[in-house]
């Protein structure tokens, strides 16, 4: 069974820091890209960052670029989002999601999400 669990959500201040973690089941990341989205209440999904099977390309969205950072290991089928600077407006629900095919196409399978809270 596929499955993916995220972890490392929490309440933090504004500045601070937290890292997610999406730990895979059920298949190995050697054969997909990895996707962290995240949505805000009242809002749409949005992409964050996504990691490609190999490892070797990473993508963010442009509110996170020097902020986030997207890193896999593979032995432990896991991939991180370190989250720093953190502002009010990164407040979300932080889902990962699985690729088959890169982190263009469509995203297979989704994890249930942790909540991210970043107090003024």
């Known amino acids: 069974e596929v499955q993916l669990v995220e972890s490392g959500g929490g309440l933090v201040q504004a500045g601070g820091s937290l890292r997610l973690s999406c730990a895979a089941s059920?298949?190995?990341?050697?054969?997909?890209?990895i996707g962290w989205f995240r949505q805000a209440p009242g809002k749409e999904r949005e992409g964050v960052s996504c990691?490609?099977?190999?490892?070797?390309?990473?993508y963010y969205a442009d509110s996170e670029k020097g902020r986030f950072t997207i890193s896999s290991d593979n032995a432990e089928n896991t991939v991180y989002l370190q989250m720093n600077s953190l502002k009010p407006e990164d407040t979300a629900v932080y889902s990962c999601?699985?690729?088959?095919?890169?982190?263009?196409?469509?995203?297979?399978?989704w994890g249930q999400g942790t909540q991210v809270t970043v107090s003024s």
């Open positions: 999601a699985a690729s088959a095919y890169g982190c263009y196409a469509a995203f297979e399978y």
């Open positions: 059920g298949f190995t990341l050697d054969d997909y890209a």
């Open positions: 990691i490609s099977s190999s490892g070797a390309s990473t």
